[in-house]
C-alpha cells in the first residue's frame, strides 16, 4: 500500500486507520466499555493484519524499513479514537456516530483523484 504521511510512524498509524475502518462502530456502541473495545479491535487487527508494519520511504520489501509492532499500533489507534469520541461528546456532537466521520474522509486517501479530493474545502 503506498500512502502520503508526514512520517513513518504516521504512515504505520494510517495503514492502521484504514483496516479498521469497518470497526469504527464500536465506538457508537454505548453498551460496551474501554476495555471491551480495546479487546475487539486489537483482536479483529491480529486476525487480519500481519504482526508488524513495515514502513519504507524507498520501495517494497526493503530491508531498510522501519518496523512498527501492529498491537502497539492498534493500541495508539483505539487511543486516539477514544480520545475522539470523548471530545467529541464534550464538543456537543456526541450524537454523530464516529463511523459517519470516517465516510468523509473514504476516497480521500492516496490515489484519489474525485474533485472533492482535491478540493480545499469542506464536504457537503
Known amino acids: ?15 492502521v486507520d484504514l ?7 464500536i465506538y457508537d456502541d454505548e453498551g460496551l466499555t474501554d ?4 479487546s475487539h479491535v486489537m483482536l479483529e487487527a491480529l486476525m487480519h493484519m500481519a504482526t508488524e508494519i513495515r514502513v519504507s520511504e524507498q520501495g517494497f520489501d526493503r530491508v531498510d ?9 492498534v493500541h495508539q489507534w483505539h ?14 456532537l456526541a450524537s454523530r456516530p464516529m463511523r459517519q466521520l470516517a465516510t468523509a474522509a473514504v476516497g480521500k486517501s492516496v490515489g484519489s483523484t474525485s474533485k472533492e479530493a482535491e478540493s480545499k474545502r469542506l464536504p457537503r
Open 1 to 15: 500500500m503506498v500512502v502520503d504521511a508526514m512520517d513513518a510512524d504516521a504512515a504505520a498509524m494510517h495503514s
Open 35 to 38: 476495555s471491551d473495545r480495546h
Open 19 to 25: 483496516a479498521m475502518q469497518p470497526h469504527l462502530w
Open 79 to 92: 487511543q486516539t479514537m477514544v480520545g475522539l469520541a470523548r471530545l467529541m461528546m464534550a464538543a456537543g
Open 65 to 73: 524499513a522501519a518496523h512498527f509492532g501492529t498491537p502497539d499500533m
